[in-house]
């Protein structure tokens, strides 16, 4: 498992750092966080974001699953305060697969 912090885009650009991804990849929640996907495979992979908390009535709140297609990029935005574990305080990422998959972590 491995933790992420965002790296700024400031008003110079950003190179951003490409991770690849792996099973128990979490990143730490910031202030515009995005979080950008590459899918260099030749099949469409799930990512599932971890959701905490309940809706108004009680039931738990669905974790968001984001597909990103063969040979696509993606950016999500990750600012939502749901998507936090109050356990570590950390956002928990689930890949469907993690063949030719990478992503940057960045913060507008």
């Known amino acids: 498992m491995a933790t992420y912090s965002a790296q700024a885009i400031t008003t110079d650009g950003l190179v951003a750092t490409s991770r690849t991804a792996a099973s128990g990849d979490k990143i730490t929640p910031d202030r ?8 260099g495979a030749g ?4 990512l599932t974001i971890t959701v905490h908390g309940t809706s108004a009535y009680g039931s738990d709140l669905p974790d968001k699953v984001i597909t990103i ?5 993606k950016v999500i935005p990750l600012s939502f305060n749901e998507y936090i574990s109050p356990t570590d305080g950390l956002i928990a990422l689930g890949w469907e697969s993690t063949t030719s998959v990478t ?3 960045e913060r507008i």
């Open 32 to 39: 515009n966080v995005i979080l950008r996907v590459t899918n």
């Open 43 to 46: 099949a469409d992979v799930d």
């Open 69 to 73: 297609a063969a040979a696509a990029t």
């Open 103 to 105: 992503f940057t972590v």
